[in-house]
């Protein structure tokens, strides 16, 4: 096998030593060209996970790295003149000078061929030439670029400028300092690689950078002026450079990772920001991953496709943890009028890979003290922790998410809604909440539609609300109002979602005539006069959930509904006073806030769930929910419960663990209003870690609570919790013991080679 590899980072030059490791036979030649000894940048952080597969591939260079690095357990959060240490995080480091060393010593002892100081042949001779051609030439790729009709890249810029440079001595931990500028918060990201050296990156907003005047200094200036900026970490040393310069982070993603016998490695297929220190560590799991497949695998194009397969989600959750770290950097201002320990905790939980949980195995007095700041009482989890949301006080931080269930008669909720809600009363969250309620007959979804339009409907409604005081007393019920809009009249959700009724439909209202998606129902655009019928349906159906014994009510604003399609500027595009600018759509949606609220007892906590973004193109953006939040909040809103997106068809959501968290986030801090986070939080873990860190005040949970209707009696029994903050039902006792499970042995290493 003859194999080409194009570029001699740390990615290439490992994938190099492997494959011809694994075949002495192979014939592999590598183009860098640079010289051996011309690198950027100094510092590498590798994971224990890293290097247990390097040890496994490669005992040799496993050995040579160890005899270099520079080992840690600290990191060190310096905010307003206060240092936060938390300990046992375990991190090692060497100078990529002496990574590039080891690896082109290891090249030349097993045979590979390097050529330095050489551009690569082009690729198409490349390849031609050989049986595989690995492209890891970098985040500038020119081979991702001659086939980015097959690779089809995504290449994002950033919004803050950094520069990477050193100073010659070792810090004590990993630091993160923050200096609060005449210009703008700027951050310092720094750790030790060498006895007496360590990578020191400065890094601030673009609008910063440019009020600073960075934007015209010379490089020589920049570095002085940023030594001088954080002398206090620096113990008044210099900063020096390596070619430094001013950039943005380029976050890529590509649709494809091969082309025939040509793959992409490391940076050429991928980046992710270096607040989580993974571009090396990807690049050289990548070429484990690859070297392993090509041995396994019967040809080159089946290893090239189960290569991918085996990365793509790793990297993909890596970049996602990269994209939550690098936007926390890029949002920091929001952030830094926090309780200082809370601060520390916040960044430390940033990217959602630390969690609560993990940090307080590795340093239980740091997550301790945190908790205490909280207020959390002794052996108290942060999501037990009482709230209290206008007159009503909830005994935890869970909630049970609206969950539409398809199965109400004539809008009447049956025996399953009973069950249902019932369970997950019992269940131990701190408020449950109905699936949406409609406010009339032509405003339901589906025929299976719960409502709250007739008295027969409020009369069963209060049977659950008794139900869950009585026998689940402590836990709150809530009840969610919504009018279908433009999305109504369709089949059950498992009989084709979204899908219009083969027969049987009603007539739909909006706020423009235009239809969910192709093949479905044009509503009637609204009339001044419609619109007041509606208000007054919603104001109707808000006194019978009062009189039906509902703790809190919730406004559905979200989800492309009736007033959700008033919100966004894809679905409005009315002309009247109701249509237009922000403050035209946020009109009527206000309107039927204040009906309902006018009907609603006073002591009663009323919510608004808002879709914050629309994940498409000229939609709802983040700053437009920040607006809609404080327009609800002036009006009385108790809190704002925040998801995104289900407004238009041809959404592109960004899915991933907690992904529509920052977007709470930025409410709860830039209108300081209580939030409500919801989506993709599957564990008590994630719970606790949102709470503490300030992110949310409440997390409701949906799916976790089909699967487990006790979901948080259980996250009590598996944290050791029995306080207040959650209370098993005296016939359910028993079962407050975690059963015991079966043995599972840890997997086998990915590669493992004889010496």
Not at 444 to 455: D, H, M, Q, S, V
Not at 540 to 562: I, M, N, Q
Not at 672 to 686: L, T
Request: glycine content about 8%; charged content about 25%.
């Amino acid at each position: 096998m003859r194999v080409a590899i194009i570029g001699g980072g740390p990615g290439g030059l490992y994938a190099a030593a492997l494959l011809k490791r694994l075949d002495p036979t192979r014939e592999i030649t590598l183009w860098e060209r640079n010289a051996p000894d011309e690198t950027f940048g100094f510092g590498v952080v590798l994971s224990d996970e890293t290097l247990g597969g390097i040890e496994h591939a490669d005992p040799v260079v496993y050995e040579a790295l160890q005899q270099d690095f520079v080992r840690w357990d600290d990191i060190d959060i310096v905010h307003r003149g206060t240092r936060h240490t938390s300990q046992g995080h375990g991190f090692a480091a060497l100078g990529r000078r002496r990574l590039l060393e080891i690896l082109h010593a290891r090249c030349r002892s097993l045979g590979v061929e390097l050529r330095f100081s050489t551009a690569a042949p082009r690729t198409d001779r490349l390849s031609h030439d050989h049986d595989v051609v690995i492209a890891a030439d970098g985040v500038h790729s020119t081979t991702r670029e001659t086939y980015a009709h097959v690779f089809r890249p995504r290449v994002t810029a950033h919004r803050c400028r950094y520069i990477w440079l050193a100073a010659d001595f070792a810090l004590d931990a990993f630091r993160f300092e923050i200096a609060e500028t005449e210009h703008g918060a700027m951050q310092l990201h720094g750790y030790p690689y060498a006895p007496d050296a360590s990578t020191v990156i400065i890094e601030m907003r673009e609008e910063v950078w440019r009020a600073a005047g960075f934007d015209e200094a010379e490089t020589p200036e920049s570095i002085e002026r940023c030594a001088k900026t954080f002398a206090d970490a620096l113990g008044g040393r210099p900063l020096r450079s390596n070619n430094s310069a001013w950039t943005t982070f380029r976050t890529v993603v590509n649709e494809r990772w091969s082309h025939g016998n040509v793959v992409l490695l490391g940076d050429a297929a991928h980046t992710a920001h270096f607040s989580i220190g993974s571009g090396t560590k990807l690049a050289v799991e990548d070429a484990l991953a690859l070297a392993a497949c090509l041995e396994e695998q019967p040809d080159v194009c089946t290893a090239l496709v189960a290569y991918e397969e085996e990365r793509r989600p790793v990297v993909a959750s890596t970049q996602r943890a990269a994209r939550a770290s690098l936007e926390w950097f890029e949002n920091l201002p929001r952030h830094l009028d926090q309780p200082p320990r809370q601060f520390a905790f916040n960044l430390l939980t940033r990217s959602r890979r630390v969690t609560h949980d993990n940090l307080r195995l590795r340093d239980a007095h740091f997550t301790e003290a945190v908790e205490r700041e909280f207020g959390c009482p002794p052996g108290t989890p942060p999501m037990f922790t009482p709230f209290r949301l206008h007159g009503l006080t909830l005994r935890n931080r869970v909630v049970v998410s609206p969950m539409d269930l398809y199965s109400a008669v004539d809008g009447v909720p049956g025996d399953l809604h009973l069950v249902h809600l019932g369970a997950r009363a019992l269940g131990g969250a701190g408020l449950v909440m109905t699936e949406m309620v409609c406010v009339s007959e032509e405003g339901r979804i589906t025929p299976g539609c719960a409502g709250l339009y007739t008295g027969r409907q409020a009369e069963v409604w209060k049977r659950i609300t008794d139900f869950v005081h009585t026998q689940a007393p402590g836990t709150a019920i809530g009840v969610q109002l919504g009018h279908c809009g433009r999305k109504g009249s369709t089949k059950l959700m498992w009989e084709g979602m979204d899908e219009p009724l083969p027969d049987g439909n009603w007539p739909l209202v909006a706020a423009s005539p235009l239809p969910y998606r192709p093949g479905s129902q044009t509503p009637r655009e609204l009339s001044r006069a419609q619109l007041t019928d509606i208000r007054e349906q919603f104001a109707a159906a808000a006194w019978r959930a009062a009189r039906a014994g509902f703790d809190l009510l919730e406004l559905h604003c979200a989800h492309g509904y009736l007033l959700s399609g008033f919100l966004s500027p894809l679905t409005n595009q009315r002309t009247d006073a109701y249509g237009g600018s922000l403050e035209k759509r946020l009109r009527f949606p206000l309107e039927v806030f204040d009906a309902v609220r006018g009907v609603w007892p006073g002591e009663r906590p009323m919510t608004v769930r808002i879709s914050a973004t629309d994940w498409a193109e000229g939609g709802t953006t983040a700053e437009d929910a920040v607006e809609i939040a404080r327009a609800f909040a002036a009006h009385g809103a108790d809190a704002i419960d925040v998801s995104t997106g289900q407004v238009v068809a041809e959404e592109r959501p960004e899915f991933g663990r907690s992904y529509q968290t920052p977007f709470a986030d930025r409410i709860r801090h830039e209108v300081r209003v209580p939030v409500i986070a919801v989506g993709a939080i599957s564990s008590w873990d994630d719970v606790n870690s949102l709470i503490l860190a300030g992110r949310a005040d409440l997390c409701a949970l949906a799916r976790p609570h089909l699967y487990d209707p006790h979901w948080t009696l259980h996250a009590a029994a598996e944290q050791g919790y029995e306080g207040p903050g959650v209370v098993w039902p005296a016939p359910y006792r028993a079962g407050s013991r975690r059963p015991q499970t079966g043995r599972t042995d840890s997997p086998k290493p990915r590669l493992t080679l004889d010496g």
